[in-house]
């Protein structure tokens, strides 16, 4: 059961890196083309093109890896298959999860940058959730709702706000970061 919960909580890395990785490869034109909505920015400058993809497509190439180390282990285990489409859609669904709370907080009045709890550490994992669940549907319910893929569901929501509050401490120090949050 330990490894199930183990293979559940790993097959969730490409959406937990997506966005970390979309701050490396992120700058160039906003994905809103600087447009408003209502005399609000759509999403900021924040959210740009290169993110996008090249979060996206490094997050699943890490998912792939991952995917072949995992292998052998989940041969054992064959009701929690991964396969190319749900890595590809919980790493792109992080960031389209990502850029909704960015709409969500710009219509909320809140500027590029600042704390929003709850949505800050969960609007990926809502994202990857819900184009995962469109895409692929029988992986999705058989990995994350079915037990015990349910007890490593369980252990990424309570641990995600601690690893994304790290995460964003070391962007920070590193300089890829404006703010600690």
């Not at 293979?7 to 966005?19: G, Q, T």
């Not at 490869?25 to 600087?34: A, H, K, M, S, T």
């Not at 792939?64 to 190319?84: A, E, K, Q, W």
């Not at 959730?129 to 309570?158: C, K, N, Q, R």
């Amino acid at each position: 059961m330990i490894e199930s919960i183990l293979i559940v909580i790993l097959s969730f890395i490409p959406a937990m890196i997506a966005n970390s990785l979309a701050v490396v490869f992120g700058g160039g034109p906003p994905i809103d083309g600087g447009k408003k909505l209502k005399g609000k920015r759509i999403l900021g400058d924040g959210k740009t093109w290169r993110g996008l993809f090249g979060g996206g497509s490094s997050a699943t190439m890490v998912g792939i890896v991952l995917y072949f180390l995992l292998r052998p282990f989940i041969s054992l285990y064959p009701d929690l298959p991964l396969g190319l489409i749900p890595i590809l859609s919980l790493s792109f669904g992080a960031l389209l999860g990502d850029i909704g709370g960015s709409f969500i907080k710009r219509r909320m009045g809140k500027k590029r940058g600042a704390k929003s709890p709850i949505i800050d550490q969960y609007d990926f994992v809502v994202g990857s959730f819900i184009l995962t669940f469109i895409v692929s549907h029988g992986w999705f319910a058989d990995t994350y709702f079915d037990f015990p893929g349910i007890l490593g569901t369980i252990v990424i929501m309570l641990v995600l706000p601690l690893l994304h509050r790290g995460v964003n401490i070391i962007g920070y120090k590193l300089g890829l970061k404006k703010e600690p949050w």
